[in-house]
């Protein structure tokens, strides 16, 4: 009887970092695209973008940003791929409203030599000096870098993870108990998690709860700022899919560290500090 020879296993990294993009209707109209993007080949190794001070007109600035991106086989026995991908903005100002000396995204993922889930950390995420309208912002970032927990046992997906649906059942829990909740905030995020098809994803936070100036409005980790908009703090998509059997082969970290639904002064949506991760081992 010969011997069954069994295909190596290969990892095809994916990772992105992009400091701002989004859309803008007043007071102009323009397309924001992806600033200081940097993707990273499915064989890994390492890239890094830096950017000039950027200006667009007198809505969006800042001073200075990095992305990077980085992927390799872990050298320590037994272990299996590691990536990293970070994006960092630096004196950020939004309408002269939102401002901020650095704001940090950063996630690293590592993929096992059997199995598909990676365990994840936010190691380094970070807001340095967030202010609205120059009032101090205080987060309550989560202190947990493993804030999804430890990698779940038997391959399972974070999405039935006890300890982090607990997690984010309480940040939906104490969104509900907040007065005045502003349209569409609760529809938002009412789920646990969703499902569609071969696919399972949730949205929450990494930021449990903040203060900010006493004309806004705090719910968990959105603020919502008369005459200008609502901005959602240290937002995090997980997304699962392509099971095999109870374990997902592919899954998406997804980071954006200032989501802004701007009104009056300014209108558009944008996205600030996004890193992501997406990594995928065969067979």
């Given at each position: 009887m010969s011997d069954v020879k069994?295909?190596?296993?290969?990892?095809?990294?994916?990772?992105?970092?992009?400091?701002?993009?989004?859309?803008l209707y007043h007071p102009l109209q323009q397309e924001i695209k992806?600033?200081?993007?940097?993707?990273l080949a499915?064989?890994?190794g390492y890239l890094s973008e830096h950017s000039e001070p950027y200006r667009l007109e007198g809505v969006i600035s800042f001073d200075?940003?990095?992305?990077?991106?980085?992927?390799?086989?872990?050298?320590k026995p037994g272990h299996g791929w590691s990536t990293l991908v970070t994006s960092v903005v630096?004196?950020?100002?939004?309408?002269?409203?939102?401002?901020?000396?650095?704001?940090?995204?950063?996630?690293?993922?590592?993929?096992?030599?059997?199995?598909?889930?990676?365990?994840?950390?936010?190691?380094?995420?970070?807001?340095?000096?967030?202010?609205?309208?120059?009032?101090?912002?205080?987060?309550?970032?989560?202190?947990?870098?493993y804030f999804l927990g430890p990698k779940p046992e038997n391959d399972a997906p974070y999405t039935r993870h006890p300890g982090f649906l607990e997690r984010v059942a309480g940040q939906i829990e104490?969104?509900?108990?907040c007065e005045g909740l502003p349209e569409g905030l609760l529809e938002r995020y009412n789920q646990l998690p969703s499902k569609s098809d071969d696919q399972e994803s949730i949205e929450c936070s990494l930021v449990r709860q903040v203060e900010g100036p006493s004309f806004g409005r705090s719910f968990g980790?959105?603020?919502?700022?008369?005459?200008?908009?609502?901005?959602?703090?240290?937002?995090?998509?997980?997304?699962?899919?392509?099971?095999?059997?109870?374990?997902?082969?592919?899954?998406?970290?997804?980071?954006?560290?200032?989501?802004?639904?701007m009104g009056c002064i300014g209108g558009g949506k944008t996205g600030i500090v996004n890193p992501v991760v997406n990594g995928?081992?065969?067979?």
């Open positions: 069994t295909e190596p296993r290969q990892h095809k990294f994916h990772a992105e970092a992009t400091v701002l993009t989004g859309t992806p600033q200081t993007n940097v993707k499915e064989v890994g200075k940003a990095y992305t990077q991106v980085a992927g390799n086989r872990d050298t630096e004196g950020l100002n939004v309408l002269e409203v939102v401002t901020a000396d650095r704001v940090i995204g950063q996630i690293a993922t590592h993929h096992p030599l059997e199995g598909y889930v990676p365990s994840v950390h936010f190691l380094g995420t970070r807001f340095e000096n967030l202010r609205i309208a120059g009032y101090p912002v205080k987060v309550d970032l989560h202190p947990d870098p104490r969104l509900r108990g980790h959105v603020i919502d700022i008369p005459d200008f908009g609502k901005i959602y703090l240290a937002v995090l998509r997980i997304k699962h899919w392509d099971f095999n059997q109870s374990s997902p082969k592919k899954t998406l970290v997804d980071l954006t560290m200032i989501e802004l639904e995928a081992t065969e067979p």
